[in-house]
């Protein structure tokens, strides 16, 4: 069984080396996945918080945001877009992504 951060360093070295046309349709459609993907890490920073505490869920999904950093980064090349556009909308959101997703936070920060 291929672990998650081996599976994510694959796909962002496959997206490294390719480049997805700029066809706004095809990267309308591979951009909402990448959307639903970062409102779940929101949620899922919320839930960990109330659940474990914020120290433990900063830690335990710090190892997350190492492989899932990259591969946002290696999409937005690929496909030509700014990470500003994948900005959660709600402050509380954008918090939580700070807060347990900073390398990810820091990507949509500065529109790398």
Same mark, same amino acid.
């Given at each position: +069984?291929? !672990?998650f951060?081996?599976? +994510?360093? =694959?796909? *962002? %070295?496959?997206?490294s ?5 700029a ?8 951009? &909402?996945? /990448?959307?639903?993907?970062?409102v779940? +890490?929101? &949620?899922? $920073?919320?839930?960990?918080? &109330?659940?474990?505490?914020? !120290?433990? @869920? =900063?830690?335990?999904? *710090? %190892?997350l !945001?190492?492989? /899932?950093?990259?591969?946002?980064? *290696?999409?937005? @090349? ?11 909308? !709600?402050?509380?959101? %954008? %918090? &939580?992504l700070?807060? $347990?997703?900073? @390398?990810t ?8």
């Open positions: +069984m291929i !672990d951060n081996t599976l +994510m360093t =694959k796909a *962002a %070295m496959e997206l080396s390719h480049s997805i046309p066809n706004q349709t095809l990267r309308g459609v591979t951009s &909402n996945p /990448i959307r639903k993907l970062i779940g +890490m929101t &949620n899922a $920073c919320a839930l960990s918080a &109330n659940r474990f505490g914020p !120290d433990t @869920s =900063k830690y335990q999904l *710090a %190892m !945001d190492t492989n /899932i950093s990259p591969f946002l980064g *290696a999409f937005s @090349s690929a496909t030509g877009s700014n990470p500003t556009e994948f900005v959660p909308q !709600d402050v509380d959101a %954008m %918090m &939580n700070r807060n $347990c997703f900073p @390398s936070a820091k990507l949509f920060s500065s529109g790398a």
